[in-house]
């Protein structure tokens, strides 16, 4: 099974230029996640969906946006690419139960912004 | 306080040691905990859940303590393949996820 695929795993980008991360999962899970990961931050939540057709800020939603454009498919866009953003990226997934929410990840992006 | 702390470490421990690592949660109405593990440039993975006072698997061991709000992750009998970062996260019912910074794991041959 796949999981979560976000492309690209690989990207340098310009300051000021604009680019949208990917990422799908074939879980049939209803909430997806975008976090970043910098060195000794640990994961900071930049936007969850917790359903289709819902989402909403994370802990560092300042120069992202998101689309959730159906049920298995969440992306995250930067409008105008800073240094600060250079990070890795992780996309996740999971379902809300009774007992508890595992979270899936998919492989992340490296992104680096020059 | 952080909503779950963790001590940054690294722990660098032989092959063979037992470690424990500890997480703690501000969160009372946390229900249940996850512990994941990361290794470097890689995503983090489910390593175990923990619903009631505990769980264990093989050389894995979760206590939960509620009065005092940690959990403890003890691993014995370290293997070089442990090496990696642990990941604390209690849920409580609400999403998302907060996940605390992890505690970095050196088995040493």
């Known amino acids: 099974n796949a999981g979560v695929t976000q492309t690209p795993k690989f990207q340098v980008l310009k300051t000021g230029q604009s680019m949208t991360l990917q990422c799908a999962q074939d879980m049939n899970h209803n909430s997806m996640y975008w976090y970043r990961q910098d060195p000794g931050m640990g994961l900071r939540l930049i936007y969850y969906s917790a359903s289709e057709g819902t989402t909403d800020k994370g802990e560092v939603p300042n120069g992202y946006n998101v689309s959730r454009l159906n049920k298995r498919e969440f992306s995250l866009r930067l409008e105008s690419a800073a240094p600060s953003q250079t990070s890795v990226y992780f996309c996740a997934s999971s379902e809300i139960g009774v007992s508890g929410n595992t979270i899936y990840f998919g492989e992340g992006s490296w992104l680096t912004v020059v | 306080r952080k909503e779950v702390e963790q001590d940054p470490g690294p722990f660098n421990v032989p092959e063979g040691a037992t470690v424990a690592f500890n997480c703690t949660y501000s969160n009372s109405a946390s229900q249940s905990f996850f512990w994941y593990r990361q290794d470097c440039r890689k995503e983090p993975k489910l390593l175990m859940s923990?619903?009631?006072s505990g769980n264990e698997d093989g050389r894995f061991t979760a206590q939960l303590n509620r009065a005092s709000q940690y959990i403890s992750l003890l691993i014995r009998d370290s293997k070089l393949s442990d090496s990696a970062t642990y990941l604390c996260?209690?849920?409580?019912?609400?999403?998302?996820?907060?996940f605390g910074k992890g505690t970095r794991l050196s088995v040493i041959a």
């Open positions: 923990v619903y009631s």
């Open positions: 996260v209690p849920y409580s019912g609400n999403t998302p996820l907060v």
